[in-house]
Structures are given as C-alpha cells and as structure tokens.
C-alpha cells in the first residue's frame, strides 16, 4: 500500500523531531507558505498541516480528493474553509477546543501585557533616545496603569488572563462578550458601547469570523476615550 503523504506549511524548523511519530507511516513534505503551492501541490496529498499565511480556499479542497484531514497548530481557524471541509468529508484537527493545553499558554496574554507596558512607560521610544546617548526622562514620562479603566474584548481564555494581570495592577476592569459569561471577582461585565466609552486601554481577544470581520470600524473608534490605548493580539 502507498504510504500517506503529508503536506507541510506550518512552521516547524524549531521542532526536528516532530515528524519522528510518522515514520514509516507516512511521507512528509515541508514547503513554503504560499497560496500558489498550496493549489498546485495539494492535490497529490492526503494530509495538510497547515499555515496561518496561505488561506485553504473551497477550490482547493474540491480539486484535492485525496484530503482527509487538515491539522491546524492554531486556535483561530479563520484560514480555513471550514464549510468546505465539511461538505467534502475532511477532517479537522486544531487547539480550539484543546483546554487542558490551552490553561497552560499564557504566551499571548503575556505579550499583550508586554506590549501595554512598552506603550505606556514609552519603552521603544526612550530605549532608542538612550542608544543616542540622549538622557531625556521628563520628555519619556509614561502613564501609571493604578487607576485607570481595562477594557476586555472578548472574556474567554486569554481574555480572562489579561484581566487578572489588570487587577494585578490595580486597574478596574471591564469585561465584554457574546455570550453569557460569569465575571472573575474584581471583574465587571459591561456592554459595548460602555466598554469603549470608558475604557483607558482596551484589549482585544476575538476570533475572526466573517460574523466579526472589521468589528472595530471607525464609528468604535470614534467612541472611544482620546488617548486611549488599543491593544489587538487577536488578528490584525
């Protein structure tokens, strides 16, 4: 019987033994992100494990009968057709609904932090004054975050992170989503319009679907507090 035949885009320089499970089972094949080999390759392969650069499109997956599965190391799944897959009988496997593994990422809600932070003590800005031999303190002087108003978008698993690291600092914090969800203590629930009228910084935990696809429009942004802070570590 012919072996199966894997087709790779993801990422995976940093991980050499990952295929190692796959010996003698299958054959996998790394390539480069893009959307033009993905359609050209695809077809002659079994398996897809998949790139956040190259959209998996419904014409790629009705010209690639072979395909049975697609595996995503990813919680958004917005690059894939997933009505297609569906419709086409393939398979699909993703960290979405992971949780076990997932309490454990803190990856992302840390950057959002670290990205706070730098915007606030204007750290960029300072660090490159200072590599000049510029001691500028009182033209770097940032913004404590004790007092001031974190707004979350989307209270799910990071969500719910970047809100205890806002408590932590002594923010009051606002929480705001879809569906019914039951606030941390020290966690208010607030509607949209409430969250971006008070919020200092407001940070974004959402998945993109077509349902939500430019859900900051410039109409949200004129809502806003002058001066706030935008924080997106959701997709751009």
């Not at 019987?1 to 499970?21: C, I, S």
């Amino acid at each position: 019987m012919n072996r199966l035949r894997v087709l790779n885009m993801a990422e995976t320089d940093l991980f050499p033994d990952l295929w190692e499970p796959l010996a003698g089972l299958a054959e996998v094949v790394t390539v480069p992100a893009e959307a033009q080999v993905l359609a050209d390759l695809l077809p002659d392969f079994d398996a897809y494990f998949a790139t956040l650069h190259a959209r998996l499109t419904a014409d790629m997956i009705a010209a690639a009968p072979r395909l049975r599965v697609v595996a995503t190391p990813s919680t958004g799944l917005d690059h894939l057709d997933l009505d297609a897959m569906r419709e086409h009988g393939v398979a699909l496997l993703s960290l979405k609904d992971d949780t076990e593994f997932l309490d454990r990422i803190t990856a992302t809600a840390e950057m959002a932090w670290g990205l706070l932070l730098a915007v606030v003590r204007k750290l960029p800005w300072s660090f490159a004054a200072a590599q000049r031999g510029e001691w500028a303190r009182d033209r770097f002087r940032g913004m404590q975050l004790s007092g001031k108003t974190l707004g979350i978008l989307g209270y799910g698993r990071l969500g719910r992170i970047v809100a205890e690291y806002g408590k932590a600092f002594r923010m009051n914090v606002l929480a705001c989503d879809v569906r019914p969800v039951s606030p941390a203590p020290g966690v208010r629930l607030a509607d949209l319009d409430t969250l971006l009228r008070e919020a200092d910084v407001l940070s974004v935990h959402l998945h993109l679907t077509e349902a939500n696809r430019h859900f900051l429009d410039a109409a949200a942004f004129a809502r806003m507090k002058p001066g706030a802070i935008l924080l997106n570590t959701s997709r751009g």
